[in-house]
T-cell receptor, first 115, second 108 residues
Framework: NAGVTQTPKFQVLKTGQSMTLQCAQDMNHEYMSWYRQDPGMGLRLIHYSVGAGITDQGEVPNGYNVSRSTTEDFPLRLLSAAPSQTSVYFC??????????????FGPGTRLTVL | SQQGEEDPQALSIQEGENATMNCSYKTSINNLQWYRQNSGRGLVHLIL?????REKHSGRLRVTLDTSKKSSSLLITASRAADTASYFC????????FGKGMKLTVNP
């Protein structure tokens, strides 16, 4: 099993450009999520999904879109990149337990710089 | 916000010593999880403790949970240089929310 994969590993964008960060998992997990990690801020939840066709907003959703057409894939779209979106982005997945979340499996991250 | 807050924010110890990290949170939770992040890598799950559990062990890790005080502690015994990393607690109250993390340095 590859686990959780993310592409690209690094990306540089200019302000106003759009792009999609890819995330895929091969563990048949229902739950997938996107976080951004900034120095001193920890991980902040952007969007999450509890299954194909179902998505919801996290703490910092503005400027980002997601969709979940399959169980395996959960792409994150930046609509019009801004310097404030410079960050490291992590995708995670897990199975869902009754009454709570199971351990999260994280991808290796995408380091995004917006100029 | 229910975000967990780790304490201390940074800890430096010698190899062989024990390291204790604390996490406080604000709302009722389903479970609390601890993760480790090595520099430049994704997070790795260490241990999960449910709200009806008080203590859990995994190898050199010991986690306690006090729901009345809304706090948890992670103890790493007989630390090794390889334990040098950032550690995060994550609270589950409908969404999984991570704290800001704490940096542990274990000196050889």
């Amino acid at each position: 099993n590859a686990g959780v994969t993310q592409t690209p590993k690094f990306q540089v964008l200019k302000t106003g450009q759009s792009m999609t960060l890819q995330c895929a998992q091969d563990m048949n997990h229902e739950y997938m999520s996107w976080y951004r990690q900034d120095p001193g801020m920890g991980l902040r939840l952007i969007h999450y999904s509890v299954g194909a066709g179902i998505t919801d907003q996290g703490e910092v959703p503005n400027g980002y879109n997601v969709s979940r057409s399959t169980t395996e894939d959960f792409p994150l779209r930046l609509l019009s990149a801004a310097p404030s979106q410079t960050s490291v982005y992590f995708c995670a997945s897990s199975s869902l337990l009754t009454g709570g979340f199971h351990e999260q499996f994280f991808g290796p991250g995408t380091r995004l710089t917006v100029l | 916000s229910q975000q967990g807050e780790e304490d201390p924010q940074a800890l430096s110890i010698q190899e062989g010593e024990n390291a204790t990290m604390n996490c406080s949170y604000k709302t009722s939770i389903n479970n609390l999880q601890w993760y480790r992040q090595n520099s430049g890598r994704g997070l790795v799950h260490l241990i999960l403790i449910r709200s009806n559990e008080r203590e859990k062990h995994s190898g050199r890790l010991r986690v306690t949970l006090d729901t009345s005080k809304k706090s948890s502690s992670l103890l790493i015994t007989a630390s090794r240089a390889a334990d040098t990393a950032s550690y995060f607690c994550a609270t589950d109250a409908g969404k999984l929310v991570f704290g800001k993390g704490m940096k542990l340095t274990v000196n050889p």
